[in-house]
């Protein structure tokens, strides 16, 4: 016999159970996945910046 759990999502930050149509299981989850979210975007920009500068230094050094 199978269990029916009640309808439920699921922190996006801990995995924990939240009531449906619910993101955040508290205030503390939404500020730290926030702040997780901003420091992924700032590593990505900085990514993609240095490899610009690398390929505009590669093509300025051939050109050269």
Not at 20 to 32: H, K, P, R, T, V
Not at 40 to 60: E, G, P
């Amino acid at each position: 016999m199978a269990l029916k759990l009640p309808e439920h999502s699921h922190c996006l930050h801990c995995g924990d159970p939240v009531p449906f149509g619910e993101n955040y299981c508290d205030e503390e989850c939404l500020s730290a996945h926030r702040k997780e979210t901003k420091r992924t975007s700032v590593k990505d920009f900085l990514f993609y910046a240095t490899v610009a500068v690398a390929l505009v230094v590669i093509v300025y050094a051939y050109i050269l």
